[in-house]
């Protein structure tokens, strides 16, 4: 759709009259999996695809939601733009006004609201996220707040607590709200402080393989993953005063690992701590231009999230399995909350035509499901479009 459709249906909806438009991407992660709620590292990159939020302010006290891919639409009081509306998916922006609102603002003005995504939903690329943050971005220009955008990617990440009630971190936020075209980003998730690293990869592309799986990110599953991971930080504290997985380095997990009696407590941490490390190791090496070693860390990366953290599942693996067999694949591996959604995997240019035609019949073959391919870009995070 091209931003000339997206004002004629604007403009079909609420009306002729002045628009403006923003936008906010997904995001892929490169490495980094359930690090993020632990104080760890993360590397992921915004793409090129995401969520179009269409506006125009009015002089009526209410607020109009409509999507391009939502039958629901809901016309909202000001007063009301914290209130969350049974399960639907207005409650995402919904819970980004809320944390405008916590902070004393009140909205005088209303607005009409046109959104729009082209990022699969479900698949793991966090399409909420970017409607978290594009959310944020629009409210705080349209409405002249000045809030930075490192405290929009939290208010979209407090609106994703406790309005979706998934316990998520921050790294989906930040990546919507502070990408760079062709630049990943490493992030501390305890500090926030972060590094944009170009990613320059010569003769290789990212492709992004959508299980097309029907089980979408379990909310409970993922919650409670959480509680583990805070299970362990509770039974290393006798041994070594940690607030946070992220806090403790390999070295020192490999002398407590055995004071975790609950053996999936310890695998939990086991991941998470081995995760960190293979992380940091990561942008080391992509730094030093060591692709072949980037990769080797993605797979290590998708066998301890598939052992050790068990958030993979048939599809997933099948896929990562069947991409292991592609001669030019350097590495690839679940990526995302998991439970279904996509994997990320480098490929050599050569080899990205048999890539998606082998990896996409053998999977379909295993899995009955049939499968998409994207080859990433990676983008700007989100931005006022017009
Ligand atoms: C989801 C969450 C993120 C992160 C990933 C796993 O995408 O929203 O905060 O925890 O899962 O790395």
Redesign the pocket.
């Given at each position: 759709m091209t931003i000339e459709q997206l004002k004629a249906k604007f403009i079909e909806k609420f009306g002729e009259g002045e628009v403006s438009g923003y936008f906010s991407p997904g995001r892929v992660?490169l490495i980094g999996?359930?690090?993020?709620?632990n104080g760890g590292f993360?590397f992921p990159c915004a793409l090129s695809f995401g969520i179009y939020c269409l506006v125009r302010k009015t002089d009526r006290k209410t607020v109009r939601f409509a999507s391009l891919d939502m039958p629901f639409e809901a016309e909202v009081k000001v007063e009301d733009l914290n209130k969350a509306i049974g399960k639907e998916w207005v409650n995402y922006p919904i819970g980004v006004f809320a944390q405008f609102m916590k902070k004393g603002i009140v909205f005088e003005q209303g607005a009409d609201l046109l959104f729009y995504g082209d990022v699969p939903t479900g698949a793991?690329l966090?399409s909420s996220?970017a409607l978290e943050v594009v959310t944020g971005v629009m409210i705080n220009d349209v409405y002249g707040f000045g809030i930075d955008r490192i405290e929009l990617a939290k208010m979209g990440q407090k609106a994703?607590h406790e309005y979706a009630l998934?316990n998520?971190?921050?790294?989906?936020q930040f990546a919507s709200a502070m990408g760079k075209k062709d630049h990943a980003i490493f992030l501390n998730c305890d500090t926030l402080s972060y590094d944009l690293v170009p990613v320059k990869l010569e003769g290789v592309k990212i492709v992004i393989s959508n299980t097309n799986s029907p089980h979408k990110?379990d909310s409970g599953k993922?919650n409670e993953r959480v509680a583990e991971c805070h299970a362990a930080v509770k039974a290393i504290q006798p041994y070594q005063q940690i607030n946070a997985l992220g806090e403790i380095s390999w070295e020192d997990f490999l002398k407590v690992e055995d004071k975790i009696e609950n053996e999936t407590v310890r695998r939990r941490a086991r991941h998470v701590v081995s995760e960190i490390q293979r992380t940091t190791d990561a942008v080391k090496e992509l730094k030093a231009g060591n692709l072949v070693k980037f990769g080797e860390l993605m797979n290590g990366s998708h066998d301890s999230l598939r052992n050790d953290y068990e958030v993979t599942g048939f599809e997933l693996d099948t896929m990562v399995e069947e991409g292991r067999k592609i001669a030019g694949v350097i590495g690839t591996r679940m990526t995302?909350?998991g439970f279904g959604g996509c994997t990320v995997s480098l490929v050599k240019d050569e080899a990205v035509e048999t890539f998606i035609a082998q990896v996409g019949k053998n999977y379909h073959e295993k899995t009955g499901l049939t499968p998409v391919f994207y080859v990433a870009e990676i983008g700007d995070g989100g931005k006022k479009l017009f």
């Open positions: 992660n999996e359930h690090t993020d709620y993360v793991g966090s996220a994703e998934v998520c971190g921050i790294m989906d990110l993922y995302g909350g």
